[in-house]
């Protein structure tokens, strides 16, 4: 079969700028949200200035593509964000971390099987990133207990979440435009629970493949966050003019702190350091730089009179972070966390979370390159934050899905308003299973039910929302609807039909199940759904199919998400918390994604009358 003749310009520059995109995207150096924004101006400035108008006389305006910010399927992502914050925020997850952690030591293997299963099971209704970031330091903590290595166990927990919400319509924000975007094209739309059949079979066989042989393949890792032993901070300790140490020569200082004192420099003044020598004498003002424990860097506050400080900003009895109930804990850096790849003074962390940060722990490396203080150092995704502050504080901070909190006396959250949340939560999928009001409709009611019991305010509400997901939401809408009214998705579709020519329905289904899973490893997720969905629609009409299975493809192939640590954050978020490299997660990624591609082909062609 001879393949198809060009499109006109406009099909062209669209197919280019979803190159571009799809290239955008996939650069690291370039915010996500920026990479969306300049798709969005393209598409609208180059529609403005080059009108399009389709040979049966319909014009694509402008103004079209931002109609996508008040898309069904956005409006059904944004809501459930916040209904999910709701749980988060109540605690109501909290009784399954105590649940699990009773279970595993009793029998660690089975339940290793029930936890990935119920991490699935739950990744069908609700977010997985606050679900994960509930298990990690269960995991961790049960790991180090039984003398399992957490490796063997963090990675299986996370994958199993990314397969979980491939189950339902609501699983994942892909899900939800795919079905939003087939909807617009005039198909039916796909219920729910329409696709939780081949899903679940084929997510059973995910399952036993992580439960059973991904550990087998996983290395034993060093992963920093299960390390029993004390770990070793950088923080500065700065004497006042009341402090003992004043005058004293640093051997001395040393000795009245009991010793083992490692003082990497010590500053003095405005960019002035002297050399830790042990006859260096200590003036009023100085700020010691050293390496310990949490413990000892304690002791060495109390035995000199001196005061461990953050930014600057001193802790003292002045300081109204000088509580009582003070706590000190441990948390990660996440990968999306608001303070990654900034400054503690960038983000003013001790306004917003009324914490001070005591020390940095960075994996494999010493932070000494501060400079004026902890404040000036950028954060990465990984390090280990030791704050201190008010135990209320502490417990607030467990209920951010974009922080870890990793050891805390503070137990998990749990309110008396986690009931309501789990009923408003429970109300919202089963009016949109049973086709009472839409989803997008029932998300919102949730909102303001969640809103009405309390269970969240209005900042909380607002918090939940992710730009980055609503403007590559945006961003891959817009692309899809020029890719569609210009001709262009045509035009892919013939030429996927003419690589595949003679091919039976069910290897060219196959065939477009694994263009997706290879673009949702590369780009985002919700950019190669939304691109390949009309793609799929086109194929199917143009091969005499139904189009329905060829948009689950999309679904399912656009799910295949683990077989790289960049392909989803639910992998970076593991990979820093278990210390696995990106062989790891090539090494049980793609084997199971090559499972789950055969199984979903399978499966599809055996429900759609293809095999």
């Known amino acids: ?292 424990t949490p413990n000892n860097l304690k002791r060495f506050e109390k035995a000199l009179g001196a005061t461990l400080y953050s930014g600057g900003v001193e802790v003292d009895e002045d300081n109204p972070l000088k509580a009582e109930d003070q706590q000190i804990s441990e948390i990660v850096v996440v990968n999306g966390s608001p303070i990654e790849g900034v400054t503690l003074k960038d983000v003013r962390f001790i306004d917003r979370y009324q914490l001070v940060v005591l020390a940095i722990h960075r994996a494999g490396k010493k932070v000494t390159s501060i400079g004026k203080g902890l404040g000036d150092v950028e954060l990465q995704s990984g390090d280990v934050l030791l704050v201190q502050g008010p135990a209320e504080q502490i417990k607030a901070l467990r209920t951010d899905d974009q922080m870890l909190v990793i050891d805390a006396t503070a137990d998990l959250p749990h309110t008396n308003r986690s009931p309501a949340a789990v009923m408003i939560m429970v109300a919202v999928i089963l009016a949109a299973a049973f086709g009472i009001v839409p989803i997008a409709i029932s998300a919102v009611c949730g909102v303001l039910a969640m809103i009405a019991a309390r269970c969240l305010n209005w900042r909380e509400a607002a918090g939940a929302l992710n730009a980055q997901v609503i403007l590559i939401v945006v961003a891959s ?55 390949g969905t009309p793609i799929a629609v086109s194929i199917a009409n143009q091969i005499g199919q139904s189009p329905e299975p060829f948009v689950l493809a999309v679904i399912f192939g656009a799910n295949l998400c683990y077989a790289t640590p960049l392909a989803h954050k639910i992998n970076l978020l593991v990979m820093a918390a278990g210390g696995y490299s990106f062989g790891d997660f090539v090494r049980v990624g793609l084997p199971l994604a090559v499972i789950m591609w055969i199984s979903y082909t399978g499966l599809l062609g055996y429900f759609y009358g293809m095999l």
């Not at 702190?257 to 002035?272: I, P, Q, S, Y």
């Not at 569609?484 to 199940?513: D, H, M, N, Q």
């Open 1 to 292: 079969m001879l393949f198809p003749a060009l499109p006109g310009p406009h099909a062209i520059a669209v197919m280019l700028l979803t190159v571009v995109a799809l290239a955008l995207f996939m650069r690291d150096q370039i915010p996500l949200e920026t990479s969306s924004m300049i798709v969005i101006v393209l598409l609208t400035l180059g529609f403005e200035l080059l009108p399009y108008v389709s040979p049966h006389g319909k014009e694509l305006h402008s103004i079209d593509f931002f109609h996508s910010f008040g898309h069904e399927a956005l409006v059904a992502v944004c809501a459930l964000m916040i209904v999910g914050q709701g749980l988060v925020r109540t605690g109501a997850l909290e009784p399954l971390g105590g649940l699990l952690a009773r279970m595993w030591g009793a029998s660690p293997l089975l339940s290793m099987l029930f936890t990935i299963t119920i991490a699935a099971v739950l990744s069908a209704f609700v977010n997985n990133t606050p679900i994960v970031v509930l298990l990690l330091p269960v995991l961790i903590s049960v790991s180090i207990r039984t003398k399992m290595s957490p490796s063997k166990v963090l990675m299986p927990m996370g994958i199993a979440t990314l397969i979980g919400g491939t189950a339902t319509t609501i699983g994942t924000s892909t899900n939800l435009l795919v079905v939003s975007v087939a909807a617009d094209m005039g198909l039916r739309r796909i219920g729910m629970f329409d696709f939780i059949v081949p899903a679940a079979l084929a997510g059973a066989t995910g399952i036993l493949f992580l439960w059973l042989i991904a550990p087998r393949l996983l290395p034993k890792r060093s992963t920093p966050l299960a390390d029993a032993s004390p770990r070793i901070f950088t923080a500065h300790l700065r004497l006042p003019a009341d402090s003992i140490a004043v005058g004293m020569t640093l051997s001395e200082a040393d000795e009245k702190a009991g010793g083992g004192m490692k003082v990497l420099r010590v500053e003095r003044g405005e960019g002035m350091y002297v050399t830790p020598f042990p006859d260096a004498k200590l003036k009023a003002g100085d700020r010691l730089l050293i390496t310990d």
């Open 477 to 531: 809408l817009g692309l899809g609807i020029a890719l569609l009214e210009t001709g262009g998705a045509e035009y892919l579709a013939k030429v996927f039909v003419a690589t595949t020519f003679g091919a039976r329905p069910l290897v060219v289904l196959g065939g477009l199940i694994l263009l997706m899973g290879v673009l949702t490893n590369v780009v985002s997720s919700n950019a190669a759904a939304v691109i």
